[in-house]
């Protein structure tokens, strides 16, 4: 069962996502950040799994990104990688 709000809380760390992912060299910007809003508005935010393929899919601009995505997201909200991705 998941928690209150965790859809918020998923929402409200988006910029450390974006800013771990610049340290990995993929490039994250304003807009970006906007697409992202929008992608978890779209899904079930408090869903990790969800979260991390609608982020994936808006801050990832090539395949190369995807691994700097997944190291960022599992240092950002302290999980692993979902299963399926």
């Known amino acids: 069962m998941r928690e209150a709000g965790a859809g918020e809380a998923v929402s409200g760390r988006l910029q450390d996502l974006a800013a771990a992912l610049r340290v ?3 490039r994250v910007g304003v807009g970006d950040l906007l697409a992202a809003h929008r992608a978890l508005a779209a899904v079930d ?3 990790r799994e969800q979260a991390y393929h609608a982020l994936r899919a808006t801050l990832c601009a090539s395949r190369a990104d995807q691994q700097a995505f997944a ?6 909200f302290a999980v692993g990688k979902p299963s399926g991705g």
Request: glycine content about 16%.
């Open 24 to 26: 990995l060299g993929v």
């Open 45 to 47: 935010a408090g869903s």
């Open 71 to 76: 190291t960022a997201f599992a240092a950002v």
